[in-house]
């Protein structure tokens, strides 16, 4: 049987205080599962913004997708998880990624490193957080006894981390390529599921699998919601953007069919949309809660 449908929602605009309360009560009345924050200077600090959902929500869980580990002190960032964990009553899922923004780092006076860099301080930093949270030293005592941990990114360097420590996979389907963000044919999204079930063929229960999508669009004229991005991505035919698997475009049918392609296909139960696409995506989100019943 195929693992249950969740869905969350990519909180990236900063908003008054009112407007975020309001923007998360209606994620949750819309039906989601998940109210997420990523981890990039110029948007909502994660920790203080899903602690301010948290107080007007009570169903979602709520995440981060995902923290830069590279911006992060294992040990600060251990007090963060388990105050937040807390102040949450056991909602918090962290999600946790190596950091692909080198502007960042700059102007944050902190290292960019390597990719092997990156990715050695991202292990280092998931084996503190799991000795620091899981022994309850110096008052790191989460209210779960085991917050939920998603691995973003499915690079070779990544995916063995996963793997190892992960409750889900965090699937990008997408690349950096000369500064830009391409998303990825379903070829190449397919060749990383393979990868990562090669990899995890021993494991005993499998991980999660969470795709974060790039454009949704519910209408009948898919070349109109799909011009904006075969603009930034000229290399690509309208077909060959349809049916990129980052992008939900087309009749309510087509994209509710779409949704269930990628959870057959690639194993994909968990879709995050961006908050501009929040009530967008929410009939599809309707239609395939029924789907599940």
């Known amino acids: 049987m195929p693992r249950p449908f969740r869905f969350g929602v990519n909180m990236l605009t900063p908003s008054p205080a009112a407007e975020w309360r309001a923007r998360c009560r209606l994620a949750e009345e819309l039906g989601y599962d998940v109210i997420l924050v990523p981890d990039h200077l110029g948007m909502v600090a994660p920790f203080p913004a899903l602690v301010a959902a948290a107080a007007v929500t009570e169903r979602p869980r709520l995440g981060t997708l995902v923290l830069n580990a590279g911006l992060w002190n294992p040990v600060l960032l251990a007090r963060e998880v388990a105050t937040t964990d807390a102040l949450t009553d056991g909602r918090l899922e962290l999600g946790l990624g190596a950091g692909y923004v080198r502007a960042e780092h700059e102007r944050a006076g902190l290292p960019f490193g390597a990719p092997q860099e990156r990715a050695d301080h ?48 965090g699937f990008t389907g997408a690349r950096m390529v000369g500064g830009q963000l391409r998303p990825l044919p379903a070829k190449e999204v397919a060749e990383r599921v393979a990868r990562y079930e090669e990899l995890a063929a021993d494991r005993p229960v499998p991980a999660e699998r969470n795709l974060l999508i790039q454009l949704v669009a519910v209408t009948d004229d898919p070349a109109a919601a799909l011009a904006p991005l075969l603009e930034r991505q000229p290399q690509l035919t309208l077909e060959e953007a349809l049916e990129l698997p980052v992008v939900l475009v087309g009749s309510l049918d087509e994209v509710v069919a779409k949704v269930l392609a990628l959870r057959e296909r690639y194993g994909f139960s968990y879709l995050t949309v961006l908050d501009p696409y929040l009530e967008v995506f929410a009939p599809v989100l309707e239609r395939l809660r029924t789907a599940d019943a």
């Open 122 to 169: 991202l292990r280092r930093t998931v084996e503190e957080l799991e000795r620091l949270l899981g022994s309850g030293e110096a008052g790191f005592r989460p209210a779960q006894d085991r917050v939920p941990l998603l691995i973003g990114g499915d690079g070779e360097r990544t995916l063995p981390l996963g793997v190892a420590h992960a409750d889900t996979i």
